[in-house]
């Protein structure tokens, strides 16, 4: 059982270049969220989705998309990379159905756009 | 727009030592939850408070709700190293099946 894995766990890109983070979780859970994370700024949720075929946008959504390729997967694009983007990335997972909203949280990605 | 605030932001105190940290919202809480992130990891959960003045422990943390619902506190009695990280307080908006979390409180202890 490994919970919530991320691929990369690092990446560096150069402005513009667009690149897929890749999440999954086997935890059957039907919530999973991506975020961002910034020195004094906590984490920041950039898109979610409720269930499997439903996305909403988070609070800082601008330059990215997701899909929601089936329950277990989640996936987060930038298409166009921007210094700005240049963060601690984390996607996690949820059971919301239970009542609990404990959030499962994968090891991270640290994207450098230089 | 709810905003969460967390104080202090920084915090280093020496091993043995009790501290507090706070979390206070513009408005009432449906629910919260407290993590904790170690240096490189994933936040991981420590409690979800639900009811206006609701005290929960866990071993030497002790979690207070605030009783109109709009904050909450953390308390930890003699620290260790091993409590060293982020402690990060979140708001549970279940109508909308997500987490907002705030900006953290970065703990030291050093021994």
């Known amino acids: 059982n490994a919970g919530v894995t991320q691929t990369p766990k690092f990446q560096v890109l150069k402005t513009g270049q667009s690149m897929t983070l890749q999440c999954a979780q086997d935890m059957n859970h039907n919530s999973m969220y991506w975020y961002r994370q910034d020195p004094g700024m906590g984490l920041r949720l950039i898109y979610y989705?409720?269930?499997?075929?439903?996305?909403d946008k988070g609070e800082v959504p601008n330059g990215y998309n997701v899909s929601r390729l089936n329950k277990r997967e989640f996936s987060l694009r930038l298409e166009s990379a921007a210094p700005s983007q240049t963060s601690v990335y984390f996607c996690?997972?949820?059971?919301?159905?239970?009542?609990?909203?404990?959030?499962?949280f994968g090891p991270g990605t640290r994207l450098t756009v230089t | 727009t709810q905003l969460l605030e967390q104080s202090p932001q920084f915090l280093s105190i020496q091993e043995g030592e009790n501290l507090t940290v706070y979390c206070n919202s513009s408005s009432v809480f449906s629910s919260l939850q407290w993590y904790r992130q170690e240096p490189g990891e994933g936040p991981v959960l420590l409690v979800t408070?639900?009811?206006?003045?609701e005290v929960k422990k866990l071993k030497r943390l002790t979690f207070q709700f605030g009783d109109a619902r709009k904050d909450s506190s953390l308390h930890i009695t003699a620290a260790q190293p091993g409590d060293t990280g982020l402690y990060l307080c979140a708001e549970v908006k279940t109508s909308y099946d997500k987490v907002i979390f705030g900006p953290g409180t970065s703990l030291s202890v050093i021994p």
């Open positions: 989705s409720a269930s499997e075929g439903t996305t």
């Open positions: 996690a997972s949820s059971e919301s159905l239970a009542g609990s909203y404990e959030q499962y």
């Open positions: 408070v639900v009811t206006g003045g």
